[in-house]
């Protein structure tokens, strides 16, 4: 599976991967030493919180290599004239103007324009053209948009 991310984000998960690689699995370590201390493991709180922390930690890890494995980077999009990820676009809805940018799944953040290319309006949008219009399905019924400029 292709993981669609810009650079930024892409230097941001390396810099977590590091830091959880390094401070994080050390602090973890710490903290079970010092459980261990406090004897009996199989009632021990302090042990069994710093282990799910370990499990957690290590989950994380293993998420971002697949991640970082499978990484395409998102290209700025200027001066294309069809939509693809990494392109900005203003559509109107029901008259309403509204600006997205097309981005992979682990940058989305819809509250804030950016919409993943795996998002039925993300999909949508893909390969279409200024002027073009596009129905979306959505839980509300259908909902039609018109793109008036790609950035």
């Known amino acids: 599976m292709d993981y669609y991310l810009t650079q930024e984000r892409l230097d941001e998960l390396k810099a977590e991967l590091n830091r959880l690689k390094t401070e994080k699995r050390l602090e973890i370590a710490n903290k079970l030493k010092r ?49 693809d990820i990494g392109s900005a676009v203003e559509v109107r809805r029901n008259g309403e103007p509204l600006k997205f940018k097309i981005v992979g799944s682990e940058e989305a953040k819809p509250e804030e324009g950016f919409i993943s290319n795996e998002s039925p309006l993300g999909r949508e949008l893909i390969g279409h053209k200024v002027g073009d219009s596009i129905t979306v399905d959505a839980p509300s019924g259908n909902v039609e948009y018109k793109i008036y400029k790609i950035m």
């Open 35 to 83: 459980a261990k201390e406090f004897g009996d493991l199989s009632e021990n709180a302090e042990y069994l919180g710093a282990r799910e922390e370990q499990a957690n930690a290590e989950r994380r890890v293993s998420d971002l290599e697949e991640i970082l494995r499978n990484a395409v980077i998102i290209k700025k999009s200027s001066g294309n004239d069809t939509i």
